[in-house]
């Protein structure tokens, strides 16, 4: 018998799991850490099953088995087809798994199910659009660090770029880069070693320096700059006639969203709901379409 829903977003730096019951009801909420199918199958079900085991304790509840729950997830690099497909052989139980990216999970719970456009940036970045007539189109999201531009791994990542030019005298030195020497190694030989080892995580924990030093460093300024341009641009692929809503989310995205242009900024609502609460509605959805 489906005792339970648990509704999960999970992403490049964290997890999360609201639990509520098969009416809908909300009773809990956990956290765990990232469940990005990118860095690995089996670490993104333990953080999944963390997060969800953290939600039954904040319900007061002790942990259900695991058939009597049915799971909605949005993960990034869910519409990879041998990581989808290997995230699904390694279900332990679920009585019915709903599963998407993060992306449309994100834009359900934005837009509580109703059409429009997300803009999402915050490890990494992605927009996603769904029309009245029920067609949705994604756009951007290809992955650290060929794409997620305009994302916090993306600042990062430039800010380092910029860090190593300094060191050799091709560009100016100034706060930001000094702050990278400092975070990530200020000899030659220790910012290599640095960028061997960093990922998308580690990148994306730089992009606050760039706003710190924003200020008084014309590089902080113009890779902020360049990170709204891009950000903007998935929201014009995504609507061009500008018709539909747009809804701005992740901790980079949202402190980003108040310098785009007047255009898109009339059109920026505030999001109705978290990711978590778009694959509850994606669960939900998928049960209901059941014979």
Known sequence: MLEFLVGVDGGGSGTRALL?????????????????????????????????QRAFESAGLRPAAWRACALGAGLAGASHQPWRDAFLVADPGFARIALDSDSFTMLLGAHAGHPGVIVAA???????????DGSRTSVGGWGFPIGDEGSGAWLGWRAVQHAQAAMEGRAATGALARHVWMTCGAARGELLDWCRSAGQFEYAQL???????????????????SAVVELEALARALDPDG???????????????????PALRVRC???????????LTLIRRALAASP
């Open 20 to 52: 509520a019951r098969p009416d809908g009801a909300v009773i809990g909420a956990g956290q765990a850490g990232p469940s990005g199918l990118s860095r690995g199958i089996a670490p993104a079900w333990a953080a999944i099953t963390t997060a969800t």
């Open 207 to 225: 992009a606050p320096a760039v706003f710190d030093a924003e200020a008084g460093d014309a590089t902080a300024a113009a890779l902020l700059a």
């Open 269 to 279: 609502v505030e999001l109705a709901q978290g990711a978590d609460a778009g694959a």
């Open 122 to 132: 915050g490890t990494g970045s992605v927009g996603e659009v769904l029309r009245a």
């Open 243 to 261: 018709a539909l809503p747009l809804a701005v989310s992740g901790s980079l995205g949202r402190r980003l969203a108040p310098r785009f242009a």
